[in-house]
């Protein structure tokens, strides 16, 4: 089975501020890489799949870039609705697998 | 808009039959594929499998051995048992989509259901 580690695990940020989230394979995943925002007491929402594509809807602020191993998802300037946990799911591969989630928090 | 509900008991004794149901309303259940997806309470994401509308399921290995997926098209309905289950199974149980007709990734969920094994 695929892991997923992503880093850091926790971070605290301000508004206005570029954040950076990495997420790493345990093995190659070509671009089969999806990221959600998850707000509590609420489903994940989808933002990123394909590594790269942006999902409808979601604020041109959100980007995520990589292939193989290593992804980054970027907010390039957090607003106050962004604060959130996120995670990255692979679907190279059975079983679908996540991330243990990156809980954005403000500073 | 295409909406998902979960629905089923929130308590289940140990070692019993963890059932629930998800119905998709606005929309069909067929050519999709449709996910069940737990998170246990402050932790992370579990894909439990998918059933496609065909009946074809695919299961994690980690919970293969007590998981049945079934589907009911003519209720627009799929459903999710978990057996003989323990307090490690309490958590928020999701049904997803799986975008465009593949199982790839989830881009449609329910609000999510919260299950609790305990006596």
């Known amino acids: 089975a695929i892991q997923l580690t992503q880093s850091p695990s926790s971070l605290s940020a301000s508004v206005g501020d570029r954040v950076t989230i990495t997420c790493r394979a345990s093995?190659?995943?070509?671009?089969?890489l999806a990221w959600y925002q998850q707000k509590p007491g609420k489903p994940p929402k989808l933002l990123i799949y394909?590594?790269?594509s942006l999902e409808s809807g979601v604020p041109t602020g959100f980007s995520g870039s990589g292939s193989g191993t290593d992804f980054t998802l970027t907010i390039s300037s957090l607003q106050p609705e962004d604060f959130a946990t996120y995670y990255c799911q692979q679907f190279n591969s059975y079983p679908r697998s996540f991330g243990q989630g990156t809980k954005l928090e403000i500073k | 808009q295409v909406q998902l509900q979960e629905s089923g008991p929130g308590l289940v004794k140990p070692s019993e039959t963890l059932s629930l149901t998800c119905t998709v309303s606005?929309?069909?259940?067929?050519?999709?594929?449709w996910s069940w997806i737990r998170q246990p309470p402050g932790k992370g994401l579990e894909w439990i499998g998918y059933?496609?509308?065909?009946?074809?399921?695919n299961y994690n290995p980690s919970l293969k051995s007590r998981v049945t997926m079934s589907v009911d098209t003519s209720k627009n309905q799929f459903s999710l048992k978990v057996n003989s289950v323990t307090s490690a199974d309490t958590a928020v149980y999701y049904c997803?989509?799986?975008?465009?007709?593949?199982?790839?990734?989830?881009?449609?969920w329910g609000r999510g259901t919260l299950v609790t094994v305990s006596s």
């Open positions: 059933i496609y509308y065909s009946g074809s399921t």
């Open positions: 606005g929309g069909s259940i067929s050519s999709y594929y």
């Open positions: 997803a989509r799986g975008r465009a007709g593949e199982d790839w990734y989830f881009d449609l």
């Open positions: 093995q190659g995943i070509s671009s089969a």
């Open positions: 394909d590594a790269s």
